[in-house]
C-alpha cells in the first residue's frame, strides 16, 4: 500500500511520517531550497517503506539506516 505526501508552510520539524495514516507531512518553512526538499520526502517515504517491510526497529535504528541509505552514494565513491 502506498503513502501520501503532504505539504504545510509552517511547522518545527522538517517532516514526519505517521505510520496510522501513511502519510508523509512536510514542513517547507524548514528547507532551504527544492532539493532540501526532496531529501526530506525521501527521507520520509523511506520510513514509510521500513514499515511495509516488516522489519521491526526501534526509532535509533530506522533514523541510522535511512541516513547510511541516503549518504551512501557519496560513502562510496
Excluded: P
Excluded at 21 to 50: A, P
Excluded at 59 to 73: D, P, R, T
Amino acid at each position: 500500500m502506498g503513502c501520501t505526501v503532504d505539504f504545510k508552510v509552517t511547522g518545527e520539524n522538517r517532516g514526519l511520517y505517521y505510520e496510522e495514516t501513511r502519510r508523509c507531512l512536510v514542513y517547507l518553512c524548514n528547507h532551504e531550497n527544492v532539493e532540501d526538499i526532496y531529501k526530506t520526502i525521501q527521507h520520509e517515504v523511506l520510513h514509510h517503506c521500513i514499515e511495509e517491510s516488516g522489519v521491526q526497529l526501534d526509532e535509533e535504528q530506522e533514523e541510522k539506516l535511512i541516513f547510511n541509505m541516503q549518504w551512501a552514494n557519496y560513502s562510496i565513491v
